[in-house]
Nanobody
Framework: GVQLQESGGGSVQPGGSLRLSCEVSGYTSSTDCMGWFRQVLGKGREVVAQIARTQTAYADSVKGRFTISRDNAKNSLYLQMDNLNPEDTAMYFC??????????????WGQGTQVTVSS
């Protein structure tokens, strides 16, 4: 079956950076819609960034600070997060859908990786 495995979360001080990775197994996702979401305990899941083919889209709250990318040779998705602030603290999930455009629906999800930003 399809599996997504995130890594790269951790604790960082405000202004710091982290790079999240999501390794996909079970199918080749080179052009499909993939995304990063985040969720704070007790709140709904929020889309952070999406990529389909080479087109990207970001939540307003992360524009200019986060960059989504993919490495097709490694069948992996990444999220480079710079200038982090405490409001970025959340569990981050990667998601994938077997479709070359994004419509907000995803069939495949990872287990999540925690990002904590505090001084």
């Amino acid at each position: 079956g399809v599996q997504l495995q995130e890594s790269g979360g951790g604790s960082v001080q405000p202004g710091g950076s982290l790079r999240l990775s999501c390794e996909v197994s079970g199918y080749t996702s080179s052009t499909d819609c993939m995304g990063w979401f985040r969720q704070v305990l007790g709140k709904g899941r929020e889309v952070v960034a999406q990529i389909a083919r080479t087109q990207t889209a970001y939540a307003d709250s992360v524009k200019g600070r986060f960059t989504i990318s993919r490495d097709n040779a490694k069948n992996s998705l990444y999220l480079q997060m710079d200038n982090l602030n405490p409001e970025d603290t959340a569990m981050y999930f990667c998601a994938a859908e077997r479709r070359t455009w994004c419509n907000g629906d995803f069939s495949y999800w990872g287990q999540g990786t925690q990002v904590t930003v505090s001084s």
